[in-house]
Structures are given as C-alpha cells and as structure tokens.
C-alpha cells in the first residue's frame, strides 16, 4: 500500500469546471511534488513544495494552482483546462536530502478534460 | 541541458528471457534511481545507487552504477509477467539544489509474455 494518497482517483471535467486533487502523506516528509504523466511516458514536474513553500513552479500555466496547507497535504487547483491537460497526475514526497532524493509516488489521479 | 537517455524504450519478450535496460548521461549523478510503474499505478522505487561500481540486487533484479556515475544499468534474469510496466531511471545531479529535483529518463516499457 502507498504511502502517499492521492484523491479523486478519476476525475471527469469539463473545460469550464473547477476542481481540485489532493494528495496527503503522514511519513514526516518536508517536500512535495507534482507531476504530470503521459501514457508511456516519464512524469513532468510541475511544481515542487520544500517546508510549505514553492521552491520550484517548472513554468505551468496559470490554470493549474497548486497549494500546499499543511506539511502533510498538497493540493492542485483546476479551472479552465484543456482537453490536452488530460493525463496521469501524480503527487510524490521526499524527505527532501539533497543526495538521494528519492520519491515516493501516490497511485496518481487520472484527469480527463472533455 | 542535462539529458538521461534511457535506452531500449520498448521491449517485448518470452517469459524466462534475460533482458537489459540501460540509462546514460554525460554528466555525473550524485545518485541515480530505479522505479517501476504498473498500468494504473505511480512509480514505485526499486533502489538507489550512490557509490561508483556500486552492484545491488533485488531478487531476479540487478542494478549497477558506472565506476565515474554516469550510467546506469538494470539486469532482469529469467522475466516473468509480472515484470511488465514501465521502467525509469532518474539521477540526482552533482549540483543539484536541496529539492533533489529528478531527471527522468525516457522509460522503458516492458512485455514479457506467458
């Protein structure tokens, strides 16, 4: 069993809606992450969260708002998406060490933007 | 820019095959890693190797560090269905910030057949 719980598991919207994915970890992890995924293809970070604070935004539209409430939980605000934003999206915590930096992914919630 | 090509991106073999994925860089890691992603699923961690010519071995599964950590390879002896998914490397740059931001490879999607 994961670690890191990601919620809704699918999600169906329509290119007006308003939405959101949370992600929650309790392994005392000080970084969180989120990624986009393509079928068959590697994730591409989208933002990352050192301590409650937005250490690195890799140039994302403003339709995707990341928030970060507490150090357990990470959430990604969506709003006027596009059918191409349909994807796999995967929240990941780190204990954030510098050398390893190894990630533990959540199961991803599927996006579907019709 | 820093680029980690992972190479074959598709494989299909016979179960009871041996097969090897390979993951190279001109830049040296600080440490690299191995995941395993299942249909519907997040990236699940294999290892991480951080010493030059470090051999590590999960079962049927075994991982190498190039000498000057640059490359990467994984060994899989005797596939059995359930070594089907996607395979990715990702390195941690020497240099890299506190994040431990990743470099994903491109992934390596493997088959293996009853």
């Known amino acids: 069993d994961t670690e890191v719980t990601q919620t809704p598991k699918h999600l169906v919207m329509g290119m007006t809606n308003k939405k959101s994915l949370k992600c929650e970890q309790h392994?005392?992890?000080?970084?969180m992450y989120w990624y986009k995924q393509k079928a068959k293809k590697p994730p591409e970070l989208m933002f990352v969260?050192?301590?409650?604070?937005?250490?690195i935004n890799e140039s994302v539209p403003s339709r995707f708002s990341p928030e970060c409430p507490n150090s357990s939980l990470l959430n990604l605000h969506l709003h006027a998406l596009q059918p191409e934003d349909s994807a796999l999206y995967l929240c990941a915590s780190s204990q954030g060490d510098r050398v390893t930096g190894e990630l533990f992914f959540g199961e991803g919630s599927r996006l579907t933007v019709l | 820019t820093q680029l980690l090509e992972q190479s074959p991106q598709f494989l299909s073999i016979q179960e009871g095959e041996n097969l090897t994925v390979y993951c190279n860089s001109s830049?040296?890691?600080?440490?690299l890693q191995w995941y395993r992603q299942e249909p519907g699923e997040g990236p699940v961690l294999l290892v991480t190797?951080?010493?030059?010519?470090e051999v590590k071995k999960l079962k049927r599964l075994t991982f190498q560090f190039g000498d000057a950590r640059k490359d990467s390879s994984l060994h899989i002896t005797a596939a059995q269905p359930g070594d089907t998914g996607l395979y990715l490397c990702a390195g941690v740059y020497s240099g890299s910030g506190n994040t431990g931001k990743l470099i994903f490879g491109q992934g390596t999607t493997l088959q293996v057949k009853p």
């Open positions: 392994m005392g992890h000080r970084a």
């Open positions: 969260y050192s301590y409650e604070k937005l250490s």
């Open positions: 830049s040296v890691f600080s440490s």
């Open positions: 190797v951080v010493t030059g010519g």
